[in-house]
């Protein structure tokens, strides 16, 4: 591992690549889940890496939503278990919910690694890896489509960070209400999801945390109310309004 000094200006950015590469190297990530991190990454900078009002709103929906839930899941790929293993954990233990290991290009040692890690951060139940459970998500081609009959089959509500836009879709279709973290405001996912946080999901992880344990307390009306208030195609406007604000304070001229 490269040894990045806290003064870099880049800092930040530089250790969460540096989460991919060692992920990668571990035999967590695919080389294309580091190219997707590229995507984000130049989205990152348009935001002007920081958590925005648009993903706080969002964060404040997606967390009353899987309270509301009756049987929440949470998809994990590589990316995600090389980023933020633990939180995933404490996520799916703050709010009851489940997780499955769900790959985008499927590769068994890979899935066996990703197993490991959430392991070792504290998860004893993981789904999407035993084969007699395996069920299948119509509408997207046959290796994308394998998913758990215990887990994303059975689920009412999906937490699917990082996810690619055909497999949103087939969610969607299949009657799920999906939440996603993606950078990116205009990708499929983001466009199709119910709950698009658009932020960098190692920021926004933490505040979905905190904000479930803060509304954890109010009555399943009041949850509904937020959830109700939510739009996310109104949301994902703002964001991209938020974006041209945030450059146009930075093109000096304009
Ligand atoms: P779609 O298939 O939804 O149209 P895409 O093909 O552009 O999207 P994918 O590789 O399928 O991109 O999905 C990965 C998504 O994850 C991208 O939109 C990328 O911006 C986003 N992403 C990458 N790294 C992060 C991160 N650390 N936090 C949040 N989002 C990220
Ligand atoms: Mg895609």
């Keep these: 591992?490269?040894?990045?000094p806290k003064s870099h200006p880049r800092a930040k950015s530089l250790?969460?690549?540096e989460k991919l590469v060692s992920g990668f190297e571990n035999g967590l990530v695919a080389k294309e889940g580091l190219l997707a991190q590229g995507r984000g990454e130049a989205f990152d900078y348009l935001?002007?890496?920081k958590t925005g009002r648009t993903a706080r709103k969002a964060i404040k929906a997606a967390a009353a939503q899987i309270l509301l839930a009756d049987f929440p899941v949470i998809s994990v790929n590589g990316n995600i278990a090389a980023l933020c293993p633990r939180e995933i954990v404490t996520l799916?233990?703050?709010v009851n919910a489940k997780i499955e290991v769900n790959l985008f290009y499927t590769d068994e040692k890979r899935k066996q690694n990703i197993v490991k890690t959430l392991k070792k951060n504290g998860t004893k139940e993981i789904l999407g890896v035993n084969n007699s459970s395996k069920a299948t998500l119509r509408g997207i081609d046959s290796a994308r489509?394998?998913?758990?009959?215990?887990g994303i089959l059975s689920a009412d509500v999906v937490v699917v960070p990082l996810e690619d836009g055909d497999r949103t879709m087939a969610l969607?279709?299949?009657?799920?209400?999906v939440i996603t973290f993606d950078l990116n405001p205009f990708s499929r996912t983001s466009q199709t999801a119910n709950i698009t946080i658009v932020d960098n999901v190692i920021r926004a992880i933490d505040l979905l945390i905190d904000s479930c344990k803060k509304i954890?307390?109010?009555?399943?009306?009041a949850l509904q109310k937020i959830v109700k208030d939510f739009d996310n195609k109104r949301n994902l406007?703002?964001?991209i309004i938020e974006i041209k604000n945030n450059l146009s304070r930075r093109a000096q001229f304009a």
Excluded: F, Q, V, W
């Excluded at 489509?145 to 215990?150: P, Q, S, V």
């Excluded at 969607?172 to 209400?177: D, F, T």
């Excluded at 954890?216 to 009306?221: I, Q, T």
């Design 1 to 4: 591992m490269t040894l990045i």
């Design 15 to 17: 250790l969460i690549r």
């Design 47 to 49: 935001l002007g890496e």
């Design 92 to 94: 799916a233990k703050t």
């Design 145 to 150: 489509r394998i998913i758990d009959k215990n």
């Design 172 to 177: 969607r279709k299949a009657g799920k209400i």
């Design 216 to 221: 954890s307390k109010k009555n399943r009306s």
């Design 237 to 239: 406007s703002e964001n």
